[in-house]
Each structure stands twice: as structure tokens, then as C-alpha cells.
Nanobody, 124 residues
Framework: QVQLVESGGGLVQAGASLRLSCAAS????????MAWFRQAPGKEREFVAAIHKGGIITNYADSVKGRFTISRGNAKNTAYLQMNSLKPEGTAVYYC?????????????????WGQGTQVAVSS
């Protein structure tokens, strides 16, 4: 089993930056591909970004390309989401996800493990 814990959410103004962190624990010896999804109020959860288990290949939703950056820590059991130029439509609960496969998929069904989520609120 793998446990994922997110941190770094908060309330910011439009145009500001935030950095989310996700720490994986448990059976991470095989390394896992990791991703961020988000769910805005009244909407379905959607893909944001994903990163290969080795940290080399990344995948982004079109809506965040050029503004968000996903990365991994040196120990490979952490993932970060640097969010710049935040917009009010970025208000959502952000979830960290992990999958035993290596490919940074954008599909929720490919992920085996999920964190509890961290709230991000962007005011206009």
C-alpha cells in the first residue's frame, strides 16, 4: 500500500503563486508515477498534471500548460506542483494520485492511490 499526503493549499489572489507538495509513504520502493487532479465546486474531478516515475516525462492539461510545473523530489517519493499566475477558476480541491505503472497518465482510472486533497482558493 502507498499513502499520499498533500500540503501547501491556501487562499491567494488571482495572479499569485502556490506550491503544493505530495509525500508518498509505504511501498514506494518501485517508485510510482504521480499526478495532480482537481475538483472544483459542483464539477467533476479533472486532470491537472502528471510525472513519470523517473521524473523525466511530464504531462499537463491544456488549461495549465505554461503556468503549472510538476516535479519530483530527489528521493522520488515526493511530488510538487508549482502553480503560477493562478486564476479564480483554479479554485478547487487538489488531489495527489499515484500509480504503479510508469507512464504519467491523465486518466483517473489509471491511478491506484489517492490523497485526501488540499484546498486551493483563488480570489479575483
Amino acid at each position: 500500500q502507498v499513502q499520499l499526503v498533500e500540503s501547501g493549499g491556501g487562499l491567494v489572489q488571482a495572479g499569485a503563486s502556490l506550491r503544493l507538495s505530495c509525500a508518498a509513504s509505504g511501498r514506494t520502493d518501485n517508485n510510482i508515477a504521480m499526478a495532480w487532479f482537481r475538483q472544483a465546486p459542483g464539477k467533476e474531478r479533472e486532470f491537472v498534471a502528471a510525472i513519470h516515475k523517473g521524473g523525466i516525462i511530464t504531462n499537463y492539461a491544456d488549461s495549465v500548460k505554461g503556468r503549472f510545473t510538476i516535479s519530483r523530489g530527489n528521493a522520488k517519493n515526493t511530488a510538487y506542483l508549482q502553480m503560477n499566475s493562478l486564476k479564480p477558476e483554479g479554485t478547487a480541491v487538489y488531489y495527489c494520485a499515484g500509480r504503479l505503472g510508469s507512464i504519467p497518465s491523465g486518466s483517473q482510472s489509471h491511478y491506484d492511490y489517492w490523497g485526501q486533497g488540499t484546498q486551493v482558493a483563488v480570489s479575483s
